[in-house]
């Protein structure tokens, strides 16, 4: 449910406001934006309340969320005619912003969901088995990559035979019945998993197995040490509460903002969750930008989606990867080998910019559109006239390239564009999903990394600061787009998006270096008790 609403937001948020990327760009703007500033008070508010408790809570106002959503849409298509007519269309400006604001809370549920789910509840399901903890993580992620194959395909479908007000009614409905299902799951693996009703600040994992469930009365007393707060641990809590002052409670949530930050850069593993943060800020994705490129150069959209599912294979053979070489080489170095095989895929899309077929222009500012948009007093014109541009190419009218359709035949012979040599798209392309391995077994290095080097008490805020560190560098990415947006740019963007996995990857590098120091590059298999050993010594860090 959660992957289908967030590939049909964007789909509804366009054809809301007439097939224009202004609501969506402002909805991509509130989702990023609001991570970024709400991720560490996110995670500090996993910390300091139970497991439970939050995995019900976050379950809950993300499918409600949702729901609602899906309703206010639902409304909005079918009464958008006579809400266009009242108060001048401000009532429909309303709810277009009551829609984002609904969709951006759903969002940061989902962010908590995540955070809670995948980050500290898998943790303690897992114990100390570092290998089971592995296989879960890697599992994970193949229903993710699933996931995001099966939710596009089946909303599409429904809105493509349908309408886009029955794509909004499924969606509503499988949220409604998702969540009660993951409801009860979420209540038979707390109840089948005692360790879970147990969270302390100081207490390690291997001594909270050893103490009995029942007798979480003798660890209270323990916890609220450095960020986990129980209010009903002593009967001076409502005291203290009253004299706080306002401007204290005002303060709060700032300073939980920076202890959040100062505590991910105490981290051991700081050097390794930059690195992969990194990777957020790039164009070599299958996102809506790569995508839009894609269409300037004449593929067709059933290629991208069979481009799009070649890269949901290779992200699972990337999670595949992942498992074996961990058992082969170690976690850590897993990373080094990921990030150096992602890398070399990644030179081929740096290749294709300089291969026939490249839109690359040196001679054309990058800024020429926006700066055109801008400051000049007439805008531009929406569909250039062919005397002007005649080599611009939509995709409605590629005759001679891979969608097979062909030139109208009202058309002028002298409008029908050139065939585009294939080479360069191609080769982008191939370096994109070839990528997608490294890419993933990468991914799931840094985040077991995560889970095994941050004590209990801070996985929650650790991890929203990861998610904000990761959604701010994205939001770069999307700023470097909007600055730079005409295609003969698109080269420069793929040259700066290598560049920038190249910075992740060599942070990464430094952090290993730091780990193994002369046995880096000492390739043998772990004992995978002594490397579940290893990692209690590193849950030293304090905020």
Request: aromatic share 8%; charged share 15%.
């Amino acid at each position: 449910g959660d992957r289908m609403w967030h590939f049909a937001v964007s789909v509804f948020l366009v054809e809301l406001y007439g097939n224009s990327l202004l609501l969506t760009a402002v909805y991509g703007l509130v989702v990023a934006g609001s991570v970024l500033l709400l991720g560490a008070i996110i995670g500090d508010w996993v910390d300091k309340n139970s497991r439970l408790k939050v995995a019900q809570t976050s379950l809950i106002v993300q499918n409600a969320s949702v729901i609602l959503c899906g309703i206010i849409l639902m409304i909005i298509f079918l009464f958008k005619a006579q809400l266009l007519t009242l108060y001048h269309g401000w009532l429909l400006t309303m709810c277009y912003i009551l829609v984002i604001t609904i969709a951006n809370i759903a969002n940061l549920a989902s962010t908590a969901t995540a955070i809670t789910i995948q980050r500290d509840w898998i943790v303690v399901v897992a114990g100390e088995d570092r290998s089971k903890l592995a296989d879960m993580n890697a599992t994970i992620r193949r229903i993710d990559q699933l996931t995001n194959i099966l939710a596009p395909m089946a909303v599409g479908q429904i809105m493509t035979f349908g309408s886009p007000m029955i794509g909004c009614g499924f969606i509503s409905g499988w949220n409604l019945m998702s969540m009660c299902v993951e409801y009860l799951l979420l209540w038979k693996v707390y109840q089948k998993t005692p360790t879970l009703a147990l969270k302390s600040a100081k207490v390690e994992e291997s001594e909270l197995k050893q103490l009995n469930v029942k007798k979480e009365s003798d660890v209270k007393p323990a916890e609220g040490v450095q960020l986990i707060v129980e209010k009903d641990v002593t009967g001076f809590e409502p005291q203290q509460e009253k004299e706080i002052g306002c401007a204290a409670r005002i303060a709060e949530p700032f300073i939980t903002f920076r202890d959040g930050w100062v505590a991910y850069y105490n981290q051991p593993v700081f050097l390794a969750g930059m690195g992969l943060a990194f990777l957020y800020m790039t164009v070599l994705g299958f996102d809506c930008i790569t995508t839009g490129y894609a269409y300037t150069q004449g593929l067709s959209g059933s290629v991208l989606s069979l481009l799009m599912g070649a890269s949901a294979v290779t992200g699972i053979m990337g999670t595949v990867a992942f498992t074996w070489l961990r058992r082969k080489c170690g976690l850590v170095r897993t990373g080094l080998i990921s990030g150096a095989a992602q890398f070399a895929c990644l030179v081929l899309c740096a290749v294709s910019v300089f291969m026939p077929g490249s839109p690359l222009d040196l001679t054309v500012s990058p800024f020429a559109d926006i700066s055109a948009r801008l400051f000049e007093s007439e805008p531009l014109p929406t569909i250039a006239s062919p005397e002007h541009q005649p080599e611009m190419i939509f995709p409605t009218g590629m005759p001679n390239l891979l969608n097979g359709s062909t030139t109208p035949a009202n058309s002028d012979p002298e409008m029908s564009p050139e065939p585009v040599p294939l080479i360069s798209v191609s080769l982008l392309f191939a370096g994109v999903i070839a990528a997608r391995v490294g890419l993933w077994s990468f991914d799931l290095t840094v985040t077991q990394l995560l889970q095994e080097n941050v004590v209990e008490s801070e996985r929650g805020i650790i991890n929203g600061v990861q998610n904000s560190m990761n959604y701010l560098l994205d939001l770069l990415h999307f700023i470097m787009v909007i600055l730079a947006p005409n295609p003969e740019a698109f080269g420069l963007l793929v040259l700066i998006s290598v560049s920038f996995v190249a910075m992740g990857h060599i942070m990464y590098f430094r952090f290993a270096q730091k780990s193994l120091g002369k046995q880096l590059f000492v390739c043998c298999t772990p004992d995978p008790k002594a490397a579940s050993d290893s990692s209690p010594p590193g849950n030293t860090s304090t905020v």
